[in-house]
């Protein structure tokens, strides 16, 4: 099933959320600052985060059918994925990557000071479009997520070259720095629904462990995928010394000598033969079949929070999104 199957029951609602998106990125009266946020919005996306809180809206009304003030739905879901969006520019700056979605970075086009202060013009305006709709129990909830955000990525660079962190520390990382996001979207979409705390909460812990099975996945696409799926060049977590799971897998599974080979490599810039000589390691260990078992656990604890939910179209579109988003042959 592809994505446009699954977005189905909120294909209108996604369609006008994107005319929402570049109003709001084209709107200044500088016509440099417009052009930039032009730029952004030609290296498209998933639009995951926005498609959460338009399915996790309808599916906490039960019958899959919107109840809400329906303008509100849509800059709420235009807001998330602005502060993805911002979040995405200054991780091109951190990580010092060139492509993404197959289109050059901001940071490749514009520089670093560019980079920062637009990712920083990205995320206020997804707080105007929050805070102009009064609602203190979203604000609260997405202000917290883009805490989390900030300081799982001040962990993230801090233990760059780390080969002695621990699963555990890994996952806060992931909890942090990507679940974080998609546990507010799908607790907004509650909210927006004016449901009660038991499926805010549901619908929140949704959300954290598909955020969690997600950031795994991605991690060990950046180590074995290609350039054409991926959209930028694989190895950018390598080249930029950041540690993920299936390093830290990998290096306990190996001798030293293998090990420091691998700790040689990270942050090594443009390492193509290292980034080879990686995949071949992966490929030659158990490494990635151990994490696609982690990934099915976090992805099956994500699914028992939707077995709460009264089944509705949209209820069953979160666990084909999960699936499509989780599911890898590794």
């Given amino acids: 099933m592809d994505l446009d199957e699954i977005y189905h ?3 209108d609602e996604l369609e006008t959320m994107e005319d929402l998106l570049r109003s709001t990125l084209g709107a200044s009266e500088n016509g440099s600052i417009s052009a930039m946020g032009g ?5 498209g996306g998933k639009r995951l985060r926005p498609a959460l809180v338009f399915l996790c809206e309808k599916a906490a009304c039960g019958s899959g059918q919107s109840m809400c003030d329906h303008q509100e739905l849509i800059e709420i879901a235009a807001a998330m994925e602005l502060i993805h969006i911002a979040s995405l520019i200054h991780d091109d700056v951190l990580d010092a990557a060139s492509v993404r979605h197959n289109k050059p970075t901001i940071n490749a086009r514009y520089g670093e000071d560019v980079s920062i202060a637009l990712g920083d013009y990205v995320y206020s305006k997804g707080f ?4 102009r709709r009064g609602r203190a129990d979203v604000f609260a909830c997405v202000s917290d997520a883009i805490h989390a955000m900030c300081e799982g990525e001040l962990i993230h660079v801090g233990q760059r070259r780390n080969l002695e962190l621990s699963e555990s520390s ?7 720095k990507t679940a ?16 009660g705390e038991s499926v805010q909460t549901a619908l929140k812990e949704f959300g954290l462990n598909f955020g969690i099975a997600f950031q795994i996945v991605d991690d060990c696409k950046d180590m074995i995928g290609e350039t054409a799926e991926l959209g930028k060049q694989p190895g950018q977590d390598m080249f930029a010394g950041d540690v993920t799971l ?3 897998a990998l290096s306990g599974s190996v001798g030293q000598t293998e090990r420091e080979e691998i700790r040689n490599m990270l942050g090594s810039s443009d390492d193509r033969d290292g980034l080879e000589r990686l995949k071949t390691m992966l490929r030659d260990s158990d490494v990635l079949s151990k994490t696609q078992r982690l990934v099915e656990s976090y992805a099956g604890r994500a699914r028992e929070k939707l077995d709460t939910l ?9 666990s084909q999104l999960l699936d499509y988003s989780t599911q890898n042959d590794f």
């Fill in 170 to 176: 890994y996952i806060l990382i992931a909890e942090k």
């Fill in 310 to 318: 009264t089944g509705s179209v949209c209820k069953d579109s979160l």
């Fill in 128 to 131: 105007q479009l929050i805070g």
């Fill in 9 to 11: 029951p909120i294909a």
């Fill in 180 to 195: 974080s996001l998609f546990a507010a979207c799908c607790q907004a979409g509650a909210i927006i629904a004016n449901q």
């Fill in 246 to 248: 299936p390093l830290l």
């Fill in 39 to 43: 730029a952004l919005l030609e290296s």
